[in-house]
């Protein structure tokens, strides 16, 4: 495998025209002597453009060496880019150390792409190449450290990293999930890059370990530091115990199930025995039973004959005497019936029709009712809709307080660089008489210079150390300013993201409520309109029903006309034809058949009746049902929308009143009262 790397790299080589370096010869030669040895160290040599731009074209697909050593080579801008860029492609280097090569912007870009599509480096090494000088290059980096999923160990220490750079890699470390250890010491993280930092961990609980000493951040937040690193190498050692221990319990887990299937199978083979054994004697019993069957049926076949004889004879007597004492009776019975018929189909249909008038009285009444509730919900939506108006000018007010609390804010920073200005203006006008002061005194000493060389010195000596104190107040009043304006712009900052959140929450929290009663109020109609149509419905049914009995109603009157009228017929037959009975008797029978046919269709038109009045009042009751149900929905929507309203008012009056109380507490707010 070496052989193939040091071939592919002289062929690269005499490709480009350019001559192979002994350094990197040398390095492949022991890697030939040691075949375990995966290391290629290149460290303080002086490696040219077109040995870099080589040495990325080898190592792109390069499976020999997983370390890969560049220390204090001082690589060129463009030799770093060609090397990493080669790198981006490579699977199987775990290690990169780079320390002192003095990288610059172009440097950390390509480290950012690196991480980016690198998926097998673990050990990044960065000392001593002052990458937070370059703020976008360094910006660059911690993309690509956000987006690396394999790096474990990174070193930077030495870079010359500031509180913004810190700013950046701590927003990498909130998406990193794979770091373990991060050194950065001796750098210029501060104050404000230490918090930053532990800002990060909140999130980050894979970072296990993190240096940061000689970076100027107090006691307090290091030790902050120190407890979340410690918290989450005690996650990490839990969770590589609780692995373990699931990796145990897997295993045994399978031993269970393969013992269990062994057992499984063991029975089933038993329970196999079993069902042969079964259905060998089940085959046996059915072959006995079919044959008795067989002897039973032939003996039952033989009664049945019997019997039916028996029966049939009983069956004529019964019949030649039955119908001389029917064909008696039936006359008599008919006649009674007839009239017991029409009294009861009377009283009947008197009772339906006032039964439908009532019940559509109430269903009127139940409407109107219902009519007027949703009347007095809308009015309630309408409350609503104003009430939630109301509370979006209140928000829009606060708003323009916020605008101009940082108005006031700009003002007084205006104010404050305007009296710096005055000031320096006025430290020059004291240097300026100084200096005249002092060109009047050499005057003096040109035609005095014996007497006042001493006192001149003195004047002098005098006149240095004032200028040497007011420049010192100079740097100091500057220093001061500068610190100011950098703490109020951070104030206003913090204030400003504060309130844009709140106000977010605030106006999402609203709307969510807005759009809930919107909802409500459109599901409320929806129903309302359902009940209208199912109440139409059931006036047009009670409708058909009305013209169905009352069509009934005339066919039992057309009947009871006929029957009238074949009664008369069959008196006055009877009263002139007494003498031919014999004539009478036929026409008697025909008659008698007609009448049980009238009276099969009377039989069936009272049943039809009768169902139908029954599914009458079971539709009735259902939809009174339904509307009681439909009330009781509308009650509890109603209650539902009181509180609702009760939530939103104290929910409007505590907002109102966190909002006067933060303006309050604030020193913007102070500072407005006093105004």
């Keep these: 495998m070496m052989d193939d790397f040091k071939r592919t790299y002289l062929c690269l080589c005499k490709e480009a025209c350019v001559e192979p370096q002994e350094c990197i010869l040398n390095q492949l030669r022991d890697g030939c002597d040691g075949n375990l040895r995966k290391r290629l160290d290149l460290s303080t040599q002086s490696l040219s453009v077109d040995t870099c731009a080589i040495l990325g074209k080898v190592l792109m697909n390069d499976i020999v060496f997983t370390e890969l050593t560049l220390c204090d080579c001082m690589l060129n801008e463009e030799g770093a880019k060609l090397l990493l860029y080669g790198l981006c492609a490579n699977t199987t280097i775990q290690m990169l150390d780079m320390k002192g090569n003095n990288l610059r912007a172009a440097g950390a870009e390509t480290l950012g792409k690196l991480l980016r ?16 000088m370059w703020e976008e290059g360094f910006c660059v980096f911690c993309e690509g450290l956000r987006a690396n999923k394999s790096l474990k160990h990174l070193d930077l220490r030495n870079n010359q990293i500031n509180h913004q750079g810190v700013g950046e890699l701590a927003l990498a470390l909130k998406h990193n999930n794979t770091l373990e250890e991060l050194d950065l010491r001796w750098n210029n993280i501060g104050l404000l890059g230490g918090r930053a930092l532990l800002c990060a961990l909140q999130q980050n609980k894979t970072l296990v370990r993190l240096e940061l000493a000689g970076n100027n951040i107090p006691s307090d937040v290091l030790k902050a530091v120190e407890q979340a690193v410690d918290h989450n190498s005690e996650c990490q050692v839990a969770m590589r115990e609780s692995r373990t221990r699931s990796k145990v319990l897997t295993n045994e887990i399978q031993c269970l199930k393969v013992e269990k299937t062994k057992q499984f199978l063991n029975m ?53 005497e039955q119908k001389s004492n029917d064909l008696k009776e039936f006359l008599e019975k008919t006649r009674m019936e007839k009239f017991e018929l029409k009294e009861r189909l009377c009283k009947e249909l008197k009772n339906d029709q006032e039964e439908a008038c009532n019940r559509e009285a109430k269903l009127t009444r139940e409407l109107n009712t219902a009519n007027g509730k949703n009347m007095e919900l809308k009015n309630k939506v309408d409350e609503l809709d104003r009430r939630c108006n109301v509370q979006r000018d209140q928000i829009c007010q606060l708003k ?76 100091r009043l500057k220093a001061a300013a500068l610190t100011n304006r950098a703490q109020a712009e951070e104030e206003l900052i913090k204030m400003k993201n504060q309130i844009r959140l709140e106000e977010q929450e605030r106006l999402l929290h609203l709307e969510e409520k807005l759009h809930f ?59 002139n034809v007494r003498v031919e009975l014999q004539e009478q008797i036929g026409h008697l029978q025909t008659e008698r058949i007609a009448q049980e046919g009238l009276k099969e269709k009377i039989s069936a038109l009272e049943r039809q009746l009768k169902v139908q009045s029954c599914n009458h009042r079971d539709a009735i009751l259902d939809k009174e049902n339904e509307i009681s149900s439909l009330l009781e929905k509308v009650r509890m929507k109603d209650s539902e929308i009181i509180r609702m309203k009760e939530d939103e008012a104290q929910r409007a009056s505590f907002l109102h009143n966190a909002i006067l109380s933060y303006v309050q507490s604030s020193p913007f707010g102070a500072q407005c009262t006093k105004k």
């Design 268 to 320: 089933m083979g038993v329970i196999d025995q079993q069902k042969e054994e079964l259905a060998r004697s089940g085959r046996t019993v059915a072959v006995q039973v079919g044959q008795l069957q067989e002897a039973l049926t032939e003996k039952s076949s033989i009664i049945n004959s019997l019997r039916a004889k028996v029966q049939m004879t009983e069956a004529a007597l019964t019949l030649s």
């Design 117 to 132: 599509h690198n998926k097998s480096l673990k050990s990044l090494i960065l000392e001593w190449n002052a990458l937070g």
């Design 517 to 575: 009663v919107s909802q409500s109020r459109d599901e409320s109609q929806n129903r309302c309109t359902n009940q209208k149509q199912t109440i139409n419905e059931i006036q047009a049914k009670n409708n058909k029903f009305t013209f169905e009995i009352e069509g009934l109603k005339r066919r039992i009157e057309e009947l009871n006309e006929e029957l009238s009228g074949k009664d008369q017929q069959k008196v006055a037959e009877v009263n």
């Design 400 to 475: 323009q307080e916020l605008a101009n609390v940082t108005a006031e804010m700009k003002q007084k920073i205006l104010q404050t660089e305007e009296c710096l200005e005055v000031e320096k203006k006025r430290c020059k006008q004291v240097l300026d008489d100084a200096e005249t002061l002092r060109q009047k005194e050499m005057d003096q000493m040109n035609a005095h210079q014996q007497e006042t060389e001493r006192s001149l010195q003195d004047r002098i000596l005098k006149l240095e150390n004032i200028r040497i104190q007011l420049e010192t107040e100079l740097s």
